[in-house]
């Protein structure tokens, strides 16, 4: 409270008072915490070549791991690392500093890294869309920054300019990544920042190592004509899976502004279409523009409208598709069609994206979905709601009888079936003061006409918008509320919703509007006195974000809170900002604006101003551990130790931190494997063979002996388990069959205010408020307590599943979505805490519920205890000649007792899975790459016991069965399974394939849908089964025995005769050999004879035919004689 004189006039009292308001509600950080710096964080991109370097930044394009890492880590001897292993590193880093108001940057950083200060970054992946290819997940990385002096040249002894830098991780399946940059507490206090990184599969790299965009060219100039003066559009965009944004209405151009960073930065870009005009009798067209109207982005897809055309261009993601899957042009659909409109889904459902084009001309009613026609009538707007299939229809239809009119049509898409839910009046009701109106058709109308533009829908609260000059609201799109405070002589542009209980509203005279979800009051936020008073508080602080002409270009909420992009113009100079709409601190301004009183005390007038807020402090309490409920999987790294005085880092140890990250995420991403582990962990592979040497490795590191100046931690690389709650609800909760969460609310309310009269009466009541988007599947029950002696209200909530509005599905598949919203009874618009980040709106929490089975659960086939477990009860086991510690063998005539594990990967429980379940053969094959898959009905005959054609391949003793008796139902208490592999199944009479009994790998799939109701999850494990020793048919074995018995037997008989036979054999042989020798010597006799005789030939030299023949003759007739000699010598010769 402030006096004034009595003798001021009343324009100087006024004036006074409006400056003093200022004052007081200038940011209380200017004069509650004055002295504390205003600091940021700053985090760019960079390469492996430009880590180091000034001012270097890149975009996120590249998106393949890099092989340069392993040759870092094969100088890594006596290190815990496995060394044939291959180690990859990703292709960035993020480079992070920090910036205070009216310092150095370099200076604060050195200070900073001296102090202690190191930088701890989140990486946040978003799910992927298609859960038919990559597992739905919540991942995260907590990574601890790494110090690196910068490449410039230092004239400082020790460093000039430094950095800190991580890996900046990729994972498939997800193009949308969160980066929150925190403080370790050390240093100065700086508050935590998100940012978002993107890959960018829009850009691709030339040869000479520069960007170049696909989807057109790149505009360096900001031509004002492209913004002043050119009305607002909406952003369109798949929520949360987009990584690029792109906005249209650029008047005569076919150009688009583009951007991977949700307008941080961005890129005006001219498309390379053909401007076609192909306007005819049948889809009529008034004039030709270039400017592109309509555009919408999706996870990897970017759709346009230019005039009636659609085109759509797919950006090159290898991590979504693991292929160069990206368009090399923009493609042209609906050639035939002549589209008047697009209509954005903003969320994916059933593993795909989805949009929509509603049609005019000789088509017009129809809507390109699928194709829906409706006759006689024109289709405004379109809203998919994916957990129903369903669409719904803003209709005009013209009645020659009547006027036309308007009505909303529901279509399911599965049964075909259309319906009209609602009839739009033909005039605006009159609220006679009011601020809502339930529109039951018995109400007055103004003269006013309805005249719908639009529809919103919002799938976790199922709040249905209708604007136009109206604003109609409805929980069930049937019963219609009226927001009488929205003016009827404006008219919504479009509508933009957080999805987290707060909606913008944009008139076409660029108006902004706001409304809270769960309240009926629509509040002015621009023009308005508090936007003069908050425009008036940063013109005095001289802040760049706003100038004297400046024209919005979108609105759009990142993080549940609203942004402005706005084209300003200062000094002759335009420039595109992105900037916040503080809605919190606009309603305080205009609350306390319109809501103060002037009173006369004695000689004096009081300033007094009237709190509406029904209570001081408001606080949530008895959080639970919030990773069971939001599913978020997190992993810690930290940078490896380096053996540097300063602590600085080299490239060679952050080329070791990105293959650690690298390797830890590769785990992660491996252990979704059937076989569980004997420690439930990813990482408990990695260094199950190095613990027992962590000693050693700190020893070397200590003495300063490590390999490469690098020591790594084997304890700093982990999963998180045990993370504690912070104070606030979660961004969303996931509720399997029955479970509940439960937490308390601790509301002070406000001193009250004692009215006189006959009796005293408290002014100020405080109340709690659980409203509930589907009552029918969730339910919430509210416990109050009352502390008098702290004027205080404890409210223990408790939100719990009803068990029955979901059937069984697959791990994070096709989950409900509903939500909770918890309000204090009169708090809507007039309850602020201040932040460090400034004031935050109080009493209204909404939270997205999702129901069904959450992430993250998984069966595993426990084959520690199997082995176990079948050892005891068959009194000895089996393993295979060629043992596989990967998959253990099973004996075929042993009974086989299988179980199974359920195991958290979020909060790491691994227990024994004690519901029921059945048991599937699905495929099989006598080696592991002859397993084939089996048809429906040779699952049928070789698994179910009403077979009659003899294909079991197995039985058991349990009774138990499927309501159709088709299957046997087995539980953890099961009597074990048998082996028939009968005459008709592919496992009977199977080929050994060496001297070892005969093997088969059988594929198992274990479900338990429709036989375990104890969860919503539909647990499908699909394994395979190594089964040896499996007998023969007795026909093969019959043969096999014959065949043995006669080959036997002739061996037999074959040694009797040669034994009888041998004498006589060896005197044949003998002989044989005898003979043979001789044979051999006489032919050598002749050869050595004939030799000589040629030898002495040629040395007479004689020439003469008839000498030469006589001395041949001489020699035939000796040479006849000498064999007449050796004969008789022969047979005078004892044998011996």
Same mark, same amino acid.
């Given at each position: 409270?402030?006096?004034?004189?009595?003798? %001021?006039?009343?324009?100087?009292?006024?004036q006074?008072?409006?400056?003093?308001?200022?004052?007081?509600?200038?940011?209380? &950080?200017?004069? $509650?915490?004055?002295?504390t710096?205003?600091?940021? %964080?700053?985090v760019?991109?960079n390469?492996?070549?430009?880590?180091?370097?000034k001012?270097a930044?890149?975009?996120?394009?590249?998106q393949?791991?890099?092989?340069?890492?392993?040759?870092v880590?094969?100088?890594?001897?006596d290190?815990?690392?496995?060394?044939?292993?291959?180690?990859?590193?990703?292709?960035?880093?993020?480079?992070?500093?920090?910036?205070c108001k009216? @310092?150095?940057?370099e200076?604060l950083?050195?200070?900073?890294?001296?102090?202690g200060?190191?930088?701890v970054? !989140?990486?946040?992946?978003?799910?992927?869309v298609?859960?038919?290819?990559?597992?739905?997940?919540?991942?995260?990385?907590?990574?601890?920054?790494a110090?690196?002096?910068?490449?410039?040249r230092c004239?400082?002894?020790?460093?000039?300019l430094?950095?800190?830098?991580t890996p900046m991780?990729?994972?498939?399946?997800?193009?949308?990544? &969160?980066?929150?940059?925190?403080?370790?507490g050390?240093g100065p206090? +700086?508050?935590?920042?998100?940012?978002?990184?993107n890959i960018?599969?829009?850009?691709?790299?030339?040869r000479?190592?520069?960007l170049?965009?696909t #989807?057109?060219?790149?505009l360096?100039?900001?031509?004002?004509?492209?913004?002043?003066?050119?009305?607002?559009?909406?952003?369109?965009?798949?929520?949360?899976?987009?990584?690029?944004f792109?906005?249209?209405?650029?008047?005569e151009?076919?150009?688009?502004?583009?951007?991977d960073?949700?307008?941080?930065?961005?890129f !005006?870009v001219?498309?390379?279409i053909?401007?076609?005009?192909?306007g005819?009798?049948?889809?009529?067209?008034?004039?030709?523009?270039?400017?592109?109207y309509d555009a919408i982005?999706?996870?990897?897809?970017?759709?346009i409208?230019?005039?009636?055309l659609?085109?759509?261009?797919?950006?090159?993601?290898?991590?979504?598709h693991?292929?160069?899957?990206?368009?090399?042009?923009?493609?042209?659909?609906?050639?035939?069609?002549?589209?008047?409109?697009?209509?954005?889904?903003?969320?994916? /459902?059933?593993?795909?994206?989805?949009?929509?084009?509603?049609?005019t001309?000789k088509?017009?009613g129809?809507?390109?979905?699928g194709t829906?026609?409706?006759?006689?009538?024109?289709?405004? %707007?379109?809203?998919? +709601?994916?957990?129903?299939?369903n669409?719904?229809l803003?209709?005009?239809?013209?009645?020659p /009888?009547?006027?036309?009119?308007?009505?909303?049509? /529901?279509?399911d898409?599965?049964?075909?079936?259309l319906v009209?839910?609602?009839t739009?009046p033909e005039?605006?009701?009159?609220?006679?003061?009011?601020?809502?109106l339930? #529109?039951?058709?018995?109400?007055?109308?103004t003269n006013?006409?309805m005249?719908?533009?639009?529809?919103?829908?919002n799938p976790?609260?199922?709040?249905?918008?209708?604007?136009g000059?109206?604003?109609?609201?409805?929980?069930?799109?049937?019963n219609?509320?009226? !927001?009488?405070?929205?003016?009827?002589?404006?008219?919504i542009k479009?509508?933009?919703?957080?999805?987290?209980?707060d909606?913008?509203?944009?008139?076409e005279t660029?108006?902004i %509007?706001?409304?809270?979800?769960?309240?009926?009051?629509v509040y002015?936020?621009?023009?308005?006195?508090?936007?003069?008073v908050?425009v008036?508080l940063?013109v005095?602080?001289?802040s760049?974000?706003?100038?004297?002409?400046?024209t919005m270009?979108?609105l759009?909420?990142?993080d549940?809170?609203?942004?402005?992009?706005?084209?300003?113009?200062?000094?002759?100079?335009?420039?595109l900002v992105?900037?916040?709409?503080?809605v919190?601190?606009?309603l305080m301004?205009?609350q306390i604006?319109?809501?103060y009183?002037?009173?006369?005390?004695?000689?004096?007038?009081?300033?007094s101003?009237t709190?509406?807020c029904?209570?001081?402090?408001?606080?949530?309490?008895?959080?639970?551990?919030?990773?069971?409920?939001? &599913?978020?999987?997190?992993?810690?790294?930290?940078p490896?130790?380096?053996? @540097?005085?300063?602590?600085?880092?080299?490239?060679?140890?952050?080329?070791v931190?990105?293959?650690l990250?690298?390797?830890?995420?590769?785990?992660?991403?491996?252990?979704?494997?059937?076989? $569980?582990?004997?420690?439930h962990?990813p990482?408990w592979?990695?260094?199950k063979?190095?613990?027992?040497d962590?000693?050693?490795?700190f020893?070397?590191?200590?003495n300063?002996?490590?390999?490469?100046?690098?020591?790594?931690d084997m304890?700093?690389?982990?999963?998180i388990?045990?993370?504690k709650?912070?104070?606030e609800?979660?961004?969303r909760i996931?509720?399997?069959?029955?479970?509940?969460?439960?937490f308390?609310?601790?509301?002070?309310a406000?001193?009250?205010?004692?009215?006189h009269?006959?009796?005293f009466?408290?002014?100020s009541?405080?109340?709690?408020?659980?409203?509930?988007?589907?009552?029918?599947?969730?339910?919430?029950?509210?416990? @109050?307590?009352?502390l008098?002696n702290?004027?205080?209200?404890?409210f223990w909530?408790? !939100?719990?599943?009803?068990?029955?509005?979901?059937?069984?599905g697959?791990s994070?598949?096709?989950?409900?979505?509903?939500s909770?919203?918890?309000?204090?009874v009169?708090s809507?618009?007039?309850?602020?805490?201040?932040?460090?980040?400034?004031?935050r709106?109080?009493?209204?929490?909404?939270?997205?519920?999702?129901?069904?089975?959450?992430?993250?659960?998984r069966l595993?086939?426990d084959?520690?205890y199997?082995?176990?477990?079948n050892?005891?009860?068959?009194?000895?086991?089996?393993?295979?000649?060629?043992?596989?510690?990967?998959?253990p063998?099973?004996l075929?005539?042993?009974?086989?007792?299988?179980?199974?594990?359920?195991?958290?990967?979020?909060?790491?429980?691994?227990?024994?899975?004690?519901?029921?379940?059945v048991?599937?053969?699905?495929?099989?094959?006598p080696t592991?790459d002859?397993?084939?898959?089996y048809?429906?009905?040779?699952?049928y005959?070789?698994?179910?016991?009403?077979?009659k054609?003899?294909?079991l391949?197995?039985t058991t &003793?349990n009774?138990?069965t499927t309501?159709?008796?088709?299957f046997? +139902?087995?539980?953890?208490?099961?009597?074990g399974i048998?082996w028939?592999?009968?005459?008709n199944?592919p496992?009977h009479d199977?080929?050994?394939? /060496?001297?070892?009994?005969s093997?088969?790998?059988?594929?198992?799939?274990?479900s338990?849908?429709?036989?375990?109701k104890?969860?919503?999850?539909?647990?499908q494990?699909?394994?395979?089964?190594?089964i040896?020793?499996?007998?023969?048919?007795a026909?093969r074995?019959f043969?096999i025995?014959?065949?043995?018995?006669?080959l036997?037997?002739?061996?037999?008989i074959?040694y009797?005769?040669?034994c009888?036979?041998s004498?006589?054999?060896?005197?044949?042989?003998?002989?044989?050999c005898?003979?043979i020798?001789n044979?051999?010597?006489? @032919?050598?006799?002749i050869?050595?004879?004939?030799?000589?005789?040629?030898?002495?030939?040629n040395?007479s030299?004689?020439?003469?035919?008839?000498?030469?023949?006589?001395i041949?003759?001489?020699?035939?007739?000796?040479?006849g004689e000498?064999?007449t000699?050796?004969?008789?010598t022969?047979?005078?010769?004892? +044998?011996?």
């Amino acid at each position: 409270m402030s006096p004034a004189g009595p003798a %001021w006039p009343r324009l100087r009292v006024l004036q006074t008072l409006w400056a003093l308001l200022v004052v007081l509600l200038a940011p209380w &950080r200017l004069w $509650a915490i004055k002295n504390t710096q205003e600091c940021t %964080w700053q985090v760019v991109l960079n390469n492996f070549e430009t880590v180091g370097k000034k001012d270097a930044s890149d975009r996120f394009v590249d998106q393949e791991p890099l092989y340069t890492v392993d040759k870092v880590f094969s100088q890594l001897v006596d290190a815990p690392i496995d060394p044939d292993e291959t180690y990859l590193g990703f292709p960035y880093y993020l480079k992070i500093n920090y910036s205070c108001k009216g @310092e150095s940057s370099e200076a604060l950083v050195r200070k900073g890294h001296l102090t202690g200060l190191k930088p701890v970054v !989140l990486v946040t992946f978003q799910s992927p869309v298609n859960f038919h290819r990559w597992k739905i997940e919540q991942l995260q990385i907590q990574m601890e920054a790494a110090p690196f002096r910068s490449r410039e040249r230092c004239n400082a002894e020790e460093v000039c300019l430094m950095s800190w830098y991580t890996p900046m991780p990729i994972k498939n399946g997800s193009v949308v990544m &969160r980066v929150d940059v925190s403080s370790n507490g050390l240093g100065p206090f +700086i508050p935590n920042k998100r940012f978002q990184v993107n890959i960018n599969g829009f850009l691709e790299r030339q040869r000479d190592n520069t960007l170049r965009f696909t #989807v057109g060219n790149e505009l360096f100039n900001l031509i004002p004509r492209y913004f002043v003066n050119v009305p607002s559009r909406p952003l369109w965009y798949t929520v949360d899976q987009a990584p690029v944004f792109i906005l249209g209405g650029i008047p005569e151009e076919k150009a688009i502004l583009l951007t991977d960073t949700n307008f941080k930065d961005f890129f !005006l870009v001219e498309l390379s279409i053909d401007s076609c005009w192909v306007g005819s009798f049948y889809c009529p067209q008034t004039s030709f523009t270039a400017t592109i109207y309509d555009a919408i982005a999706t996870e990897s897809t970017l759709f346009i409208r230019q005039n009636q055309l659609i085109y759509y261009f797919t950006g090159t993601y290898t991590t979504l598709h693991e292929s160069n899957r990206g368009s090399g042009r923009w493609v042209r659909v609906l050639a035939n069609e002549c589209i008047k409109k697009l209509c954005p889904v903003h969320f994916h /459902s059933n593993g795909s994206e989805y949009v929509m084009a509603l049609t005019t001309g000789k088509h017009e009613g129809y809507v390109h979905f699928g194709t829906i026609t409706v006759v006689n009538c024109s289709i405004t %707007w379109a809203v998919f +709601i994916a957990g129903d299939y369903n669409l719904l229809l803003l209709v005009e239809i013209e009645d020659p /009888s009547t006027r036309k009119y308007f009505q909303v049509v /529901s279509y399911d898409l599965v049964s075909d079936y259309l319906v009209v839910l609602y009839t739009i009046p033909e005039f605006i009701p009159d609220a006679r003061g009011l601020e809502f109106l339930m #529109v039951l058709g018995t109400e007055s109308y103004t003269n006013f006409p309805m005249v719908p533009k639009g529809m919103s829908y919002n799938p976790y609260n199922n709040l249905l918008f209708i604007w136009g000059n109206f604003l109609l609201q409805s929980y069930n799109s049937k019963n219609f509320i009226y !927001l009488a405070d929205f003016p009827k002589e404006l008219s919504i542009k479009y509508l933009v919703n957080s999805f987290y209980g707060d909606t913008a509203i944009v008139t076409e005279t660029e108006e902004i %509007w706001y409304l809270l979800e769960g309240s009926y009051q629509v509040y002015k936020l621009f023009p308005s006195k508090g936007w003069e008073v908050h425009v008036s508080l940063q013109v005095m602080q001289q802040s760049s974000l706003y100038a004297p002409n400046e024209t919005m270009v979108t609105l759009f909420y990142e993080d549940h809170r609203l942004y402005q992009l706005v084209y300003l113009i200062d000094n002759q100079q335009g420039r595109l900002v992105k900037r916040l709409v503080p809605v919190e601190q606009l309603l305080m301004y205009q609350q306390i604006s319109n809501d103060y009183l002037l009173e006369r005390q004695g000689s004096h007038l009081t300033l007094s101003f009237t709190n509406f807020c029904p209570f001081t402090v408001m606080r949530l309490r008895d959080l639970p551990n919030p990773q069971i409920y939001t &599913r978020q999987e997190r992993y810690r790294a930290q940078p490896p130790c380096v053996l @540097e005085p300063g602590g600085f880092h080299s490239d060679n140890s952050l080329a070791v931190y990105q293959g650690l990250v690298y390797y830890l995420l590769w785990l992660h991403s491996k252990y979704d494997k059937p076989y $569980a582990d004997p420690v439930h962990d990813p990482t408990w592979r990695w260094w199950k063979n190095k613990k027992q040497d962590q000693d050693y490795y700190f020893y070397l590191a200590s003495n300063w002996r490590s390999a490469g100046s690098v020591h790594v931690d084997m304890a700093s690389y982990e999963k998180i388990y045990d993370l504690k709650a912070e104070n606030e609800l979660p961004e969303r909760i996931f509720l399997d069959k029955g479970t509940s969460y439960r937490f308390s609310v601790f509301l002070t309310a406000r001193e009250p205010e004692l009215l006189h009269g006959p009796s005293f009466q408290l002014q100020s009541k405080v109340g709690l408020a659980v409203v509930l988007a589907d009552p029918e599947c969730i339910e919430a029950v509210v416990k @109050e307590e009352v502390l008098v002696n702290r004027n205080s209200v404890l409210f223990w909530v408790t !939100l719990s599943d009803k068990r029955f509005c979901f059937d069984q599905g697959i791990s994070g598949h096709h989950l409900m979505k509903t939500s909770m919203l918890l309000k204090v009874v009169g708090s809507s618009g007039h309850c602020f805490q201040n932040t460090n980040q400034g004031p935050r709106m109080q009493g209204n929490l909404m939270v997205p519920v999702l129901i069904g089975c959450p992430p993250g659960k998984r069966l595993a086939f426990d084959i520690t205890y199997t082995l176990e477990y079948n050892r005891l009860q068959n009194k000895h086991y089996f393993d295979c000649v060629h043992v596989d510690p990967e998959m253990p063998c099973f004996l075929f005539r042993d009974i086989f007792y299988p179980f199974f594990l359920i195991q958290d990967l979020v909060t790491g429980d691994s227990g024994s899975f004690q519901g029921s379940y059945v048991l599937k053969v699905v495929g099989g094959g006598p080696t592991l790459d002859t397993i084939k898959e089996y048809s429906e009905e040779d699952i049928y005959r070789f698994n179910s016991p009403l077979d009659k054609t003899g294909s079991l391949i197995w039985t058991t &003793r349990n009774t138990t069965t499927t309501e159709d008796s088709a299957f046997n +139902i087995l539980s953890h208490n099961s009597l074990g399974i048998e082996w028939l592999c009968m005459e008709n199944s592919p496992c009977h009479d199977t080929i050994p394939h /060496s001297i070892f009994a005969s093997e088969f790998f059988f594929k198992v799939l274990v479900s338990n849908r429709g036989v375990d109701k104890s969860t919503y999850c539909d647990y499908q494990l699909t394994f395979q089964l190594h089964i040896h020793g499996l007998p023969l048919s007795a026909r093969r074995a019959f043969l096999i025995l014959m065949v043995s018995a006669s080959l036997f037997v002739g061996l037999v008989i074959l040694y009797v005769i040669s034994c009888l036979l041998s004498p006589y054999v060896v005197k044949v042989c003998n002989v044989l050999c005898w003979k043979i020798n001789n044979i051999i010597a006489w @032919e050598s006799y002749i050869y050595s004879i004939a030799s000589d005789t040629g030898a002495f030939s040629n040395t007479s030299g004689i020439k003469s035919g008839e000498s030469s023949g006589g001395i041949s003759r001489v020699v035939s007739k000796v040479a006849g004689e000498n064999r007449t000699d050796t004969k008789e010598t022969l047979r005078k010769k004892p +044998i011996s």
